[in-house]
Every structure is written in C-alpha cells, then in structure tokens.
C-alpha cells in the first residue's frame, strides 16, 4: 500500500515540478527577450505629432512623509517624453505640516510649464492623524481620492512616492493601454487590456558617494533626500535645493548641479567604522529586498501576467481610466462575484458610485490590498486583462540600518495580506521556491527513473540551474534599470549603482532562498498585519479593520 501511495505522490509532484519550471521559464525567457533594454514602443510609428497622437494624463503620487530619494523619485514624473500641454500632475498629502511638501514646492516651481499642484485633505487633526477624507482603514486610498476627483483627464498613472520611472514610460504605457498590448506585442482574445503595470524593483543604496564619483560628477544627489528644516516656512528650504536644482542633458543623463559645492571629507572616525559583520548584517535586509524583487518575485509576475488566467497586479506604478474604474464599480451592486458577495460592500459600491466621476476610488479604501482587488474590480466587469510595457520602477532602499528582521517583517506582512486576497496562490507558493520545487522534482524523478528515494546528484543540479538563471536575471533587469538610454534624467543613486561580485550575489541569493519557507510559516500562523505602525485585521469579505 505504501509503495502505491509513493508512486502516486511522486508523479503528483512531478507534474507540479514540470508546471513551475514552465511558468517559472515562461517569465525567465520573457524578460531576456523584453526587459534586457528600454523600450521604445513610440517609434514604431510617429506618423503624427505627439499633441495630437496622445491622450491627456493625470498623475497621482500620494506621499506621506520623506522617502528615500524622495525628490528624484517625484522628479521622475516632471521628465517624462510626453506633451506638457497634456500632462497633469497631482500630489496627494494627508498632513498639512508634511515635511515633503517644501521639496513637492521646488519640483513646481522648476517645471512651471506643467500642470501641477499639490492637495491636502481638509480638516486634519495633528493629535488623531486623519482628515474628513477617511473613507476605510487603507491610508494610501484616503490619500489618492482627492486626486481622483481633481484629475483633469481619464487616464490616470497611479504612481507611490517612493520609486522612480524612466522617462520613456509614459509614452509606452499610454500606447500599451490605446493599443492592446503586452510587452509591445497585440494581445488576442475577448480580453482587453485595461490595466497598465510595470515590474517593480528596489535597489540598495549607500549613503555615502564614492570619492572618485564626486570628483567626476557635480553632483551631490546620492542620499535621504533633505528632510524639511524645523526654520521652514511656506517656502522651500534651502536645504532641498541640492535635489531639485537645474538639470542639464548629457550623455542622455540628467546631471544636477548644487548651488553651493563644499568638499567632502571621506575620512571616516574610527568609531563610526562597525565591525565587518555588523556592517553585513545592518544593510542585509535592503539586499534581500533587492534580490527578491529582481529574482523570484519578477519571474512569476512576469508569466502570471502573460498567462493572463487572473489578475496579478502590484500597486506600485498602475495606468487605468477613470471612466472604466466608475463603471467596474457600479456593476459591483448587480453583478455576482465570491470577491464582492457582502451586502454592505454592495451597498458601499453603489453609494460611491452614485457621487460622480472619481468618487468610486474611495470604495477600495476598505482594503488593504486595494491594487488587487481594483485588478479583479476591472477583470471581472470591464471584461479587463493586465498588461506590461517591458519597463520597471525603481525603489531606492538605503543600506544602512536596514536589517534581516526588517526584510522578513515586510515579507510577512503582505503574505497574510495575500492569505486573505488570493489563498490558494499564497499556500502553493512554497513550492515556487528552489528548495521546496527542487525537493519535489527530486523525489518524483528519484522514485519514477532511477529506483531511489532521493538522488542528492539530481537536487544539487536543480539548485545550481535555478542559481545560474536567477544570476542571469538579476542582472538583466540591473542592466535594463542603469541603461542610460533613451533617457532625459537620471539621478546619481541609480546611475553608479554597483552590481557587486559573483560572491555577494552568492551570500544574499542563498540567505534569501533559505528565510523563504520560514517566512511562509511565520506568515500563515499569524493574522495580524502591521500597516505604517498600525495593527489591522482582514476580515472574510477581504476588507479590513483597524484593530
């Protein structure tokens, strides 16, 4: 009986392992053929002028808070190859006194022949922390709403404060969504593409510049961009025009200039020098970040979105319509759906959705996962598919003081997040991981052809193909995000971005591969989710409640 239930497990396990290396190569091969350079899909055809060949835009940043490269990031949006006649920029802010807003200020006062401006949420309590526009316990879709209402054209770039997109992606994006298209080719079938997303990717970046790169570069953008001075007033501080100031092409690179240029001292005290493993271990969480976002999570994303069985959407850098984000809305009430099956969500659904164009936004603000479920809203009543542009946004992650504990904690969190929104996926996908599909493929190939239980010969080669494609991966997408052309502006942190040696990538792919199982477990066991320093639950109708 039990050589019976071997024998059936592993062609069960064999058949798994074939379906993951597929989808896992379906992505691996999509990106050497699509994201090994930027795209240029614009070219193709430039039979009119670019006024009357593009629709208007709206740009949406919600910001809370000083980020990381915070200026370059929002400066991004600014240099985009797109009419300034037809472009709008909104920034969304909760807080009045927001430390971002003087640097938000200078960006306007550099690009005055844009569109832009900045909304603050009326009537905001500097004791509670909420405004009169809280509409569910998700702070990002509090922010964005008012920009939804406010935005002047249908089209609408969702983009977080925290990453940077190539100038390039506007033009693609636009044409991807008029066009039908998935990494520059036609899609078929019933589906239409109705939601735009880009890959996202974080970099690791030190704090200190490279002595030789300051001799060479004037240039001094490589750090936490300038927090607000406790002396600002209702004008930018001086502080953040080191980050904002003038930028000339050259090359294809934006190069900044500082008003004032002071010489650096690389003399570092020897008390300030921590101890080699220290060192390792402090910036080893904004490594693994890195790794995660340019290895496995990027290949799945990648063929999930090309397989097209569902949608699979990260918020970070989404393009949608208004008009058909109002209408997946409003068919919510009328419409049957296991996602949108409670009655107060329905009634919620057609409350927002009686205000008026924009107003539907405000009904995702019961959810956490607010990018997931606008992705099903749009799947399933605008009859909506995803598509990619063959392009990434960057977020930038500091080195320092960003440790193990820091990684494993955002990984957790937003598994439990996905155990809510999509459970089937979150449960198997352990068995997307090297170790866990390896150990499988091993069995069943080990029981199935060579009469054993488990040939250590057949793992050891599994682990060192699956180790050599995501090395090849990895700096694909590093090559594609440092590609300096065909773009108008790069900041200095991107540009002298160091892909380290065959060693460092080694230590940070085997530490990351191995905290991928115990993070699932930790995830799976727990069910509070901890969200900017706030503790929620998701309830059964996937929405969530501040605990």
């Known amino acids: 009986m039990s050589s019976y239930f071997r024998i059936i497990t592993s062609y069960i396990f064999l ?48 910001i809370k808070g000083i980020d990381p490269e915070l200026s370059s990031c929002l400066e991004s949006s600014f240099c985009q190859t797109y009419p300034n006649s037809k472009l709008q920029i909104l920034f969304c802010l909760d807080d ?109 970046i030190s704090k200190k510049t490279n002595q030789q790169t300051v001799e060479q570069e004037d240039d001094l953008e490589y750090g936490l961009t300038p927090q607000q001075s406790d002396e600002s007033d209702d004008n930018t501080s001086s502080s953040s025009l080191s980050n904002s100031s003038s930028a000339n092409v050259h090359s294809g690179v934006a190069k900044r200039k500082s008003p004032s240029r002071k010489k650096i001292s690389h003399t570092i005290e020897p008390e300030q020098v921590p101890a080699k493993p220290t060192r390792f271990l402090d910036k080893l969480g904004a490594k693994l970040d890195e790794m995660f976002l340019h290895t496995s999570h990027s290949k799945f994303y990648v063929a999930l979105n090309n397989v097209a069985i569902a949608p699979c959407v990260n918020g970070k850098s989404n393009m949608y319509r208004r008009s058909e984000l109002d209408h997946a809305v409003s068919l919510i009430p009328v419409n049957d759906s296991p996602f949108f099956q409670d009655p107060m969500v329905k009634q919620q659904a057609k409350y927002y959705s009686s205000l008026g164009p924009g107003h539907s936004i405000k009904f995702f603000a019961r959810y956490i996962g607010e990018d997931n479920m606008i992705g099903i809203a749009l799947w399933e009543n605008c009859l909506a598919r995803t598509g990619l542009t063959g392009d990434v946004v960057v977020q930038p992650i500091i080195e320092s003081n960003n440790t193990v504990n820091d990684y494993i904690q955002r990984r957790v969190r937003w598994l439990r997040v996905r155990k809510y929104m999509v459970l089937l996926a979150t449960l198997i996908e352990p068995t997307t991981e090297s170790l866990i599909c390896g150990a499988f493929g091993t069995f069943a190939v080990s029981t199935i052809f060579l009469d054993c239980w488990f040939y250590w010969g057949w793992f050891v080669g599994h682990m060192i193909v699956w180790l050599i494609t995501d090395y090849i991966q990895y700096h694909t997408l590093t090559s594609h995000v440092t590609d300096a052309s065909e773009v108008s502006y790069m900041p200095t942190w991107l540009r002298y971005k160091r892909t380290g040696t065959i060693k460092d990538f080694l230590r940070v792919w085997i530490v990351r591969e191995c905290l991928a199982l115990p993070i699932w477990i930790m995830a799976m066991i727990g069910h509070e989710i901890d969200w900017r320093g706030r503790p929620f639950m998701i309830k059964k109708d996937l929405t969530a409640e501040e605990m």
């Open 96 to 204: 009045p006194l927001d430390p971002a807003i003087p640097i938000i200020k200078q960006l306007i006062k550099k690009y005055p022949n844009i569109d832009s401006q900045i909304l603050i949420s009326e009537n905001f309590n500097q004791l509670t922390k909420t405004s009169d526009d809280h509409y569910g316990p998700n702070p990002k879709v509090n922010n964005l709403a008012k920009g939804f209402v406010h935005a002047k054209y249908d089209i609408l770039w969702i983009m977080d404060s925290n990453v940077w997109a190539s100038s390039n992606i506007l033009k693609n994006s636009v044409i991807t969504l008029n066009q039908n298209l998935n990494n520059g080719r036609q899609c078929s079938g019933d589906r239409k593409v109705k939601l735009v997303h880009h890959i996202p990717l974080a970099l690791s």
């Open 15 to 62: 058949i798994w392992y074939l379906f993951i290396i597929l989808i896992a190569y379906l992505g691996f091969v999509e990106i050497l053929l699509k994201f090994r350079k930027r795209r240029i899909l614009w070219k193709k055809a430039q039979d009119k002028p670019d006024n009357d060949q593009y629709e208007g835009v709206t740009i949406i940043r919600p």
